[in-house]
T-cell receptor, first 111, second 114 residues
Framework: QKEVEQNSGPLSVPEGAIASLNCTYSDRGSQSFFWYRQYSGKSPELIMS????GDKEDGRFTAQLNKASQYVSLLIRDSQPSDSATYLCAVITNRDDKIIFGKGTRLHILP | DAGVTQSPTHLIKTRGQQVTLRCSPK?????VSWYQQALGQGPQFIFQ???????QRGNFPDRFSGHQFPNYSSELNVNALLLGDSALYLCASSLWGASSYEQYFGPGTRLTVT
């Protein structure tokens, strides 16, 4: 089992709809989780960090963490074409306190 | 407020050569991390520097080494280059502590090894 898994996509979502991106991780004791957005040819940009179970909202973005089920998700409300990018999930492993990135999910917002 | 800067933007090297990549962190940041990103993959953590010491290291061979200077800028050195070292090398800066992985990334250096 890979340490951080994401569906590579592409995930196609109509403009204005909710985009739901999922990430699972293998190290049960992990405590810190991040979502980064990466536009094609650009470097990653931090969107959200989440450390506690439950939801964390920031504008149109909501991160959801469920440590018991070992998954973290990112919801994007009112999706815009400018949200089309690759979304990277990153986890700080409990085992050795190092950051592991998933391969990313490509999101395509359909105008 | 200057963000994270990296140089050079692109680099072409021959197998067996050595390369040095440079990074200046965002103003106010004291921690620098380096990543290797192959096409279609997520960034892979190489190492993290704080107070001029390597604090964390990923699963990379000793051919990869680094340095942090008193002004917090950093270098990544790769010796005996292999074709497989061709990738985008990203530098990220942050503040040391619980949020040291809430990072700002630089634009990256594209390294091609022929």
């Amino acid at each position: 089992q890979k340490e951080v898994e994401q569906n590579s996509g592409p995930l196609s979502v109509p403009e204005g709809a909710i985009a739901s991106l999922n990430c699972t991780y293998s190290d049960r004791g992990s405590q810190s989780f991040f979502w980064y957005r990466q536009y094609s040819g650009k470097s990653p940009e931090l969107i959200m960090s989440i450390y506690s179970n439950g939801d964390k909202e920031d504008g149109r973005f909501t991160a959801q963490l469920n440590k018991a089920s070992q998954y973290v998700s990112l919801l994007i409300r009112d999706s815009q074409p400018s949200d089309s990018a690759t979304y990277l999930c990153a986890v700080i492993t409990n085992r050795d306190d190092k950051i592991i990135f998933g391969k990313g999910t490509r999101l395509h917002i359909l105008p | 407020d200057a963000g994270v800067t990296q140089s050079p933007t692109h680099l072409i090297k021959t197998r067996g050569q050595q390369v040095t990549l440079r990074c200046s962190p965002k103003s106010g940041h004291d921690t620098v991390s380096w990543y290797q990103q192959a096409l279609g993959q997520g960034p892979q953590f190489i190492f993290q520097y704080y107070e001029e010491e390597e604090r964390q290291r990923g699963n990379f061979p000793d051919r990869f080494s680094g340095h942090q200077f008193p002004n917090y800028s950093s270098e990544l050195n790769v010796n005996a280059l292999l074709l497989g070292d061709s990738a985008l090398y990203l530098c990220a800066s942050s503040l040391w502590g619980a949020s040291s992985y809430e990072q700002y990334f630089g634009p990256g250096t594209r390294l091609t090894v022929t």
